[in-house]
């Protein structure tokens, strides 16, 4: 009698665990699923009340804060790890100027109700863990590679949401961020050719 008292409970929570192990969001995905409830463009059944808000703005802005966030985390592991003083120099820069973007889209989201992810998303993570596990030229190759592929990958999602988002600030925070990533871009891709 005393063990059927343990098996149930014990059952059930380890259906409990095994539910919930399976359907975990990270920030990224949560935001997203948030802002589709208030999309008054894509979403027909959007609950939108006084909340309407443009998917394709809230789409670019969460992967814009998202990718903005990782910088500035792998920055701060550049200017920790890396031997190489191009490299720690970038990281500097990323950590600077991500962390201004960074809070310009904070303010723009907080005007068009848009949520955004408070930390970085599961892909983001799984690279700054990679990251913080390599030492010396070992990490400077590796955050090099990470950072000119990043940096190609948010410019054309720049460019692609350039034509796509409604909002006329959105517009403009991408036309003032667009020269900046492209800057970097070549900032690496030159501390690249050093570290191979």
């Known amino acids: 009698m005393k063990n059927n008292k343990l098996i149930l409970p014990i059952m059930f929570l380890a259906a409990t ?6 359907t975990q969001k990270d920030s990224t995905e949560k935001a997203d699923s948030v802002n589709t409830k208030y999309d ?9 009340g006084d909340r309407a808000i443009s998917g394709p703005d809230a789409d670019f802005a969460v992967e814009a804060a998202n990718g903005g966030m990782a910088e500035v985390e792998l920055g701060k592991l550049a200017q920790q790890k890396a031997s ?3 490299v ?19 303010e723009l989201a907080k005007q068009k109700r848009i949520t955004l992810p408070d930390s970085i998303g599961a892909d983001e993570q799984k ?3 990679e990251l913080a596990g390599k ?11 990470a950072m000119v592929k990043d940096h190609q990958e948010d410019i054309k999602a720049f460019e692609d949401a350039r034509k796509k988002v409604k909002y006329p600030e959105m517009t403009a925070f ?11 871009l070549q900032a ?3 501390i690249q050719q050093q570290v191979h």
């Open 17 to 22: 665990m095994a539910a919930c192990k399976g």
């Open 88 to 106: 720690k120099a970038f990281g500097a820069m990323m950590v600077q100027d991500h962390s201004i973007a960074n809070t310009e889209m904070k």
């Open 127 to 129: 690279l700054k863990t």
């Open 135 to 145: 030492i010396g030229s070992e990490f400077d190759k590796a955050y090099v590679a």
């Open 174 to 184: 991408i036309d003032k961020t667009l020269p900046v990533l492209k800057k970097h």
């Open 84 to 86: 190489n003083a191009g």
């Open 40 to 48: 008054s463009i894509n979403n027909k059944e959007a609950e939108t």
């Open 188 to 190: 690496i891709q030159k």
